[in-house]
């Protein structure tokens, strides 16, 4: 299969923060749109743990231990899966 | 600064605690908070090395890389970078990080280990890292950035000495990279690995105490009634509790005048000094308590952390306006003076998102116009202070204000169009911590005795300018009224008085208006001197004994000359005119371009007075004049 396919269909099954149940912890696993700069200077990470906190206009969500609250329009950026735990 | 000596620099992510770090080490008080861009500017001090050598030592902006960013952080990359023309490039930097989060914090580290700089590394916070439950290893993180890590408590003095130690000669070599230079991935990756050696995290999420205050305060009903409460607490403290303090400078001023009444004999010499400099000077010097309260609430909400929470509710209100949340931060401040407010807007990344909250910041009711709103919104109603109607009023104030500007800002916005790289609401909400007090104090009294020396210096001599202008030259009659309008002010007066009469003043509120262009507050004084023409009422210094006063002039006709017509207009003028030059002064720095200073005063000018115009001759028609 050809890896962008792969990567794709890893897409397809993946949440976007927007989309992720509160109170859950996910795994950050692609950061995907203009505003993946912004995302990774406040810690958004691939490989890192986020946790959503609240939903709205704009998300709040721990990660790396700092809460971050951040619009609609980024989380939606931010392609996560829920963690094993 | 001097040249021989060695600069060291503090960098590091916004709300780091560099100025806090700098504060220790240098005695300085540079404001300090508990939110992100706190510090928009380079601030500089002096400190020794822990074997008594002078450092030069300077404060940076807080940014999250050497890429990009908003302006502020543009200052801390080129001073970094050593392109900066004023500063020469460091010869250490200290790397302040929050040890509760290295994995974000390291970024910025790692990027100035990059350019060669010799680097230490000030790991902050550690007690609430450790209460956090993270296991810090220091030691760890020292060998694998190769530079030294000191711990250290920078709002305790902790860590302090060893954080000297550390800066003494010779510095640290630069250490070998372990990443890709230059390749953001690559640094990344090596941070992450370092931050999970170095910072083991608790398995499992434990619930803090932010964490539980903030699932009140953020509530989409709970937190918007908590955000009111605190908000009405604000006002009311100011228009209300402030009445006792200012009760004191009140009967200081009237002790004072006894005296000098009684220790001189009558002549223009004490004139001066009882109308001119006590009564014109106090007028506006009553107001500190009000002015101190202000600054207290801001630096409280500021400390405490809620002002990034503040920021997180208002963004969906605001963002009906064309700007976001982070433009509520430097437009609450402006509420307290807009010069901090207008060098606050650095934080806000859309360079037009930013100019517009410029743009309106002056339309946010600062301190200085308190004095002229407490002067003329009693005398809507009967005279009387205090009461549920005056705070109605005043809330009625400070709404139109702020609703004036976010309707020009959405126009402006519009016009401006959309940001060439669009910019999304991204904001961190720090821990909650108690306040410093230490630091909110000595910020409040600096901010009170700026006020004061303003009072001893530019409305000292505008009001000995007026005083002279007010008795000068004398004319031999008994007519108070025939004497004024021999003076100079007089003669202005009768200058003025068409051009402000369709707006329901006389020359002489013109010449007061005119007056205050130097500086707002000066409004009170010179009311109190340009129609003090009783020489036997005693109290001329009050408000109530101006208000008095004014309640009994009238037109030539026999008119009331202060009628609501009249004293809403006067409102209507003070809520929208910009006269404060500073304040002009500082926009044309932020926006590079005295275009936008003077074009935002001649506006908001123009604006005042056919908004003054249009509201008193509605009024008129409804029979109020």
Redesign the interface.
């Known amino acids: 299969m050809p890896p962008s396919l792969v990567q794709d269909l890893e897409s397809d099954s993946l949440l976007s923060l927007t989309q992720a149940q509160v109170g859950c912890d996910f795994q950050i696993r692609r950061l995907e749109g203009p505003g993946c700069d912004q995302l990774r200077n406040l810690g958004f990470c691939e490989s890192i743990q986020v946790r959503k906190l609240a939903n709205g206009r704009n998300l709040i969500c721990s990660v790396c231990g700092t809460r971050v609250a951040l619009s609609s329009d980024l989380a939606d950026q931010v392609k996560v899966e829920p963690t094993d735990s | 600064m001097e040249a021989s000596n060695d600069l060291i620099a503090l960098a590091g992510n916004p709300n780091a605690g560099k100025t806090t770090l700098f504060n220790a080490l240098t005695g300085s008080i540079e404001k300090v908070g508990n939110y992100p861009g706190v510090t928009v500017s380079v601030k500089q001090g002096g400190m020794r090395s822990a074997h008594g050598k002078a450092l030069d030592l300077i404060d940076l902006p807080g940014c999250?890389?050497l890429?990009?960013g908003s302006p502020d952080q543009q200052i801390a990359r080129d001073v970094l970078r050593g392109d900066n023309a004023k500063i020469p490039k460091p010869d250490l930097v200290v790397c302040v990080l929050d040890a509760?989060?290295?994995?974000?914090h390291l970024?910025i580290a790692l990027e100035i280990i990059e350019l060669e700089i010799p680097v230490v590394v000030a790991l902050n916070m550690v007690d609430l890292a450790e209460k956090?439950g993270?296991r810090l290893d220091p030691v760890k993180l020292s060998e694998e950035l190769g530079v030294p890590v000191v711990p250290i408590q920078a709002d305790k003095g902790k860590g302090l000495v060893e954080l000297k130690q550390s800066l003494g000669h010779p510095f640290p070599a630069t250490p070998e990279i372990h990443w890709e230079t230059g390749d953001?991935e690559s640094r990344?990756a090596f941070g992450?690995q370092v931050a999970d050696l170095a910072a083991r995290?608790p398995?499992a999420?434990t619930s803090t105490v932010?964490?539980k205050l903030?699932r009140i305060l953020?509530h989409?009903v709970l937190g918007w009634v908590c955000f009111i409460g605190i908000m009405f607490t604000l006002f009311w403290s100011i228009f209300s509790f402030a009445g006792i303090p200012m009760g004191w400078i009140e009967s200081l001023q009237d002790w004072t005048t006894g005296i000098i009444e009684g220790a001189m004999a009558e002549g223009d010499l004490r004139d001066l000094i009882t109308q001119g400099i006590i009564g014109g000077v106090g007028s506006v010097v009553i107001f500190l308590p009000q002015i101190l309260l202000l600054f207290f609430f801001i630096g409280l909400m500021e400390s405490s952390g809620y002002m990034?929470r503040a920021a997180?509710l208002m963004?969906?209100f605001m963002?009906r306006v064309g700007l976001s949340?982070k433009a509520f931060l430097p437009l609450l401040s402006s509420y307290a003076c807009a010069i901090p407010g207008v060098m606050a807007t650095r934080t806000i990344?859309s360079p037009k998102e930013r100019l517009v909250t410029i743009f309106v910041a002056p339309w946010m009711s600062c301190s200085a116009r308190l004095p002229v709103y407490l002067l003329l919104v009693p005398m809507l109603l009967g005279g009387s202070e205090g009461g549920a109607k005056q705070a109605l009023i005043f809330l009625s104030i400070y709404v139109l204000g702020t609703l004036t500007a976010f309707v020009v800002a959405r126009i402006l916005r519009g016009k401006l169009g959309p940001d060439e790289?669009?910019?999304?609401?991204?904001?961190?909400?720090?821990?909650y911590r108690f306040p410093q007090w230490k630091y909110i104090f000595r910020h409040v009294l600096d901010r009170g005795w700026a006020f004061l020396k303003n009072a001893g210096t530019v409305i000292l001599g505008i009001m000995i300018l007026l005083w002279a202008a007010t008795t000068y030259p004398k004319l031999d009659s008994d007519d108070p009224a025939e004497v004024l309008s021999h003076t100079i002010v007089g003669r202005i007066s009768h200058v003025i008085e068409p051009i402000v009469k369709p707006m329901g003043f006389d020359g002489r509120t013109g010449t007061a208006i005119l007056t205050s262009f130097a500086a707002r507050e000066v409004f009170v004084g010179s009311m109190a001197q340009l129609f003090h023409v009783d020489e036997a009422d005693e109290d001329s210094e009050t408000r109530n004994s101006i208000r008095d006063q004014l309640a009994k002039e009238t037109w030539p006709d026999g008119r009331k000359m202060f009628s609501p017509a009249a004293v809403i207009s006067l409102l209507i003028f003070y809520i929208y005119a910009l006269q404060c030059l500073p304040t002009t002064a500082v926009v044309a720095r932020e926006t590079g371009s005295w275009k936008w200073g003077i074009g935002q005063f001649i506006f908001m000018t123009v604006f005042a007075g056919v908004a003054s115009l249009i509201v008193y001759q509605l009024a008129k028609l409804f029979g109020l004049a």
């Open positions: 999250y890389s890429e990009g509760s989060n290295l994995e974000r970024q956090a993270l953001a990344r992450l995290r398995e999420h932010s964490d903030d953020l989409p990034s997180f963004d969906g963002s949340g990344d790289v669009p910019t999304h609401f991204l904001l961190e909400l720090p821990p």
